[in-house]
């Protein structure tokens, strides 16, 4: 009865299986997004070349480096209202481990 001294329950192997369903989706997801939105800004639809150019490099690097910055501060301020609410539900996890 962990319950009973402020611990949480283990999840049950589909429990885990289920999180673990979910975890690979969203982070599936939010690879699609990231190409999606990344392609669109930085590579034009009539290609001139089978490789990226410098212009067309420089501009996926930052995109990506912008779409993660900004995954990583929407997760936090998330985490941090939930926390707030008394529904923190567990520590670290997530996509990046935190």
């Given at each position: 009865?962990?319950?009973l001294?402020?611990?949480r329950?283990?999840?049950?192997?589909?429990?885990?299986?289920?999180?673990?369903?979910a975890?690979?989706?969203?982070?599936?997801?939010?690879?699609?997004?990231?190409?999606?939105?990344?392609?669109?800004?930085?590579?034009?639809?009539?290609?001139?070349?089978?490789?990226?150019?410098?212009?067309?490099?420089?501009?996926?690097?930052?995109?990506?480096?912008?779409?993660?910055?900004?995954?990583?501060?929407?997760?936090?301020?998330?985490?941090?209202?939930?926390?707030?609410?008394?529904?923190?539900?567990?520590?670290?996890?997530?996509?990046?481990?935190?």
């Open positions: 009865m962990s319950f001294f402020g611990q329950p283990q999840p049950s192997s589909a429990e885990k299986i289920a999180a673990a369903e975890e690979i989706e969203m982070v599936s997801n939010m690879f699609n997004q990231l190409v999606d939105t990344c392609t669109k800004k930085c590579i034009p639809p009539q290609y001139r070349e089978a490789d990226l150019n410098k212009g067309e490099s420089v501009c996926l690097d930052r995109c990506v480096a912008k779409f993660f910055e900004v995954n990583v501060k929407v997760s936090e301020k998330m985490q941090g209202e939930a926390a707030q609410k008394g529904g923190a539900g567990g520590a670290g996890g997530g996509m990046f481990g935190q």
